[in-house]
C-alpha cells in the first residue's frame, strides 16, 4: 500500500482539486487497510477529498472521526433507491415485457425485500 500511496500523492499534486469515491466501503474485506490509506492521503493531500458511502459508520476512533463529516443513510431509504431501479429495469427492458404485472410486482418485491440496504 506504500507504493500506492505515493504514486496516489504523486497524481493528486499535479491538480488542484482531486476526488476519490470509494462506494460500499462496508463491503469490503479490507475495509480498515482501506480507511486508513485514505487518512494518511488525506492528511498529506490538502487538494484530496474523499467521498465514501458504507451501511455502517466507517469511523470508530475519536482521533480520526474530526476527519469526517458523517451523513448516515438509512435502510429503508437504500430499498426505495433498489425499488426504483429494478422497477424501472423491468419496465425498460423488452425481455420482461411477457411477464404479467403480478410476475412483475414479484420480482420487484423480492429484490426489494432481499437487498437489506445493499
Known amino acids: 500500500m506504500q507504493e500506492l ?10 491538480f488542484k482539486g482531486f476526488i476519490i469515491l470509494i462506494d460500499a466501503l462496508n463491503e469490503s474485506q479490507s475495509q480498515s487497510t482501506i480507511l486508513s490509506t485514505l487518512l494518511q492521503l488525506v492528511r498529506v493531500c490538502p487538494n484530496l477529498r474523499v467521498l465514501v458511502t458504507s451501511i455502517a459508520d466507517p469511523v470508530s476512533s475519536t482521533e480520526t472521526s474530526s476527519m469526517f463529516l458523517i451523513r448516515q443513510m438509512n435502510i429503508a431509504a437504500v430499498d426505495r433507491d433498489v425499488s426504483r431501479y429494478v422497477k424501472h429495469r423491468i ?14 410486482n414479484d420480482i420487484q418485491r423480492i429484490i426489494t425485500s432481499t437487498a437489506n440496504g445493499m
Request: hydrophobic share 40%; glycine share 4%.
Open 5 to 14: 500511496s505515493a504514486l496516489l500523492k504523486r497524481t493528486f499534486d499535479v
Open 91 to 104: 419496465e425498460s427492458e423488452l425481455a420482461f415485457s411477457c411477464l404479467s404485472e403480478g410476475t412483475k
